[in-house]
């Protein structure tokens, strides 16, 4: 399995809060059947985005945790004004290492107005969104369609393993599950943060996602397009978003 989305690096977001902790989040996942990780430290107005420094803590985790599992870098890409303008400009300083998949964070305060038009701009980029978790957004709980509507404008959509196991509650699960239903999710991600609360898992998530889709595309979910994400290929399994109410 391939996890995309996974507070991985020390010291630079309210991830681990140290080397060592990192090291132990690289050794839960691998145990429990992942074998590349995509570090994504938050971009936010908290928590500044230093593309340069990332890639030499990257390297250096790295160095500490061998080959496996191998590591890439991205980044959680809050869905800002300012952000929007840079990304633009300079794609690469977000993009998923090695590919034109950028994940995008939408505010559990606002979506903006103009934002399909913004999709349809990162699109003409070549820059293809990655929705992530919209199912723990309260705007879209409330507007689930809209994310079907991206999904027909080209975005991809991530939503959390641990949400369908019901670790964030009844509410995001049946989120998660009406997207899942409608064929709307692509990807399965951790979006980990630590060992004990949000930790660097997936299996638990594609076993619960069983329930509700098939055993192929559970694995599409974790596996297959999560890789081709990180080949910057275009994914084997996205199909039109089902609408029925
Ligand atoms: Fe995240």
Same mark, same amino acid.
């Given at each position: 399995?391939?996890?995309?989305?996974?507070?991985?690096?020390?010291?630079?977001?309210?991830? %681990?809060?140290?080397?060592?902790?990192?090291?132990?989040?690289?050794?839960?996942?691998?145990?429990?059947?992942?074998?590349?990780?995509?570090?994504? %430290?938050?971009?936010?107005?908290?928590?500044?985005?230093?593309?340069?420094?990332?890639?030499?803590?990257?390297?250096?985790?790295?160095?500490?945790?061998?080959?496996?599992?191998?590591?890439?870098?991205?980044?959680?890409?809050?869905?800002?004004?300012?952000?929007?303008?840079?990304?633009?400009?300079?794609?690469?300083?977000?993009?998923?290492?090695?590919?034109?998949?950028?994940? =995008?964070?939408?505010?559990?305060?606002?979506?903006? =107005? #103009?934002?399909?038009?913004?999709?349809?701009?990162?699109?003409?980029?070549?820059?293809? %969104?990655?929705?992530?978790?919209?199912?723990?957004?309260?705007?879209?709980?409330?507007?689930?369609?809209?994310?079907?509507?991206?999904?027909? #404008?080209?975005?991809? =959509?991530?939503?959390?393993?641990?949400?369908?196991?019901?670790?964030?509650?009844?509410?995001?699960?049946?989120?998660?599950?009406?997207?899942?239903?409608?064929?709307? =999710?692509?990807?399965?991600?951790?979006?980990?943060?630590?060992?004990?609360?949000?930790?660097?898992?997936?299996?638990?998530?594609?076993?619960?996602?069983?329930?509700?889709?098939?055993?192929?595309?559970?694995?599409?979910?974790?596996?297959?397009?999560?890789?081709?994400?990180?080949?910057?290929? %275009?994914?084997?399994?996205?199909?039109?978003?089902?609408?029925?109410?």
């Amino acid at each position: 399995m391939i996890d995309i989305h996974c507070h991985i690096l020390p010291e630079v977001d309210d991830g %681990p809060k140290s080397w060592d902790v990192s090291q132990q989040m690289c050794r839960m996942a691998v145990a429990d059947g992942i074998e590349h990780i995509v570090a994504t %430290p938050h971009a936010n107005e908290r928590y500044g985005y230093d593309r340069e420094y990332l890639v030499g803590a990257l390297e250096h985790l790295r160095q500490l945790v061998g080959s496996t599992p191998k590591l890439s870098l991205g980044c959680d890409f809050h869905f800002s004004y300012d952000n929007l303008q840079d990304v633009l400009l300079r794609p690469e300083r977000y993009t998923i290492e090695g590919s034109r998949y950028l994940l =995008v964070e939408l505010s559990n305060y606002g979506i903006p =107005v #103009q934002i399909n038009a913004c999709f349809t701009k990162l699109g003409d980029k070549g820059i293809t %969104p990655v929705i992530t978790h919209p199912e723990r957004n309260p705007i879209l709980q409330q507007a689930p369609q809209r994310v079907l509507q991206w999904v027909e #404008q080209g975005c991809v =959509v991530q939503v959390t393993a641990s949400a369908l196991t019901g670790s964030w509650g009844e509410r995001v699960w049946r989120a998660a599950k009406w997207l899942l239903e409608r064929d709307a =999710v692509h990807v399965l991600a951790s979006d980990a943060h630590d060992l004990e609360h949000r930790t660097p898992m997936l299996s638990a998530g594609r076993a619960a996602a069983e329930e509700f889709c098939s055993p192929q595309v559970a694995h599409a979910l974790v596996d297959d397009n999560p890789r081709a994400i990180v080949s910057g290929q %275009p994914l084997p399994y996205f199909p039109n978003p089902v609408s029925k109410s």
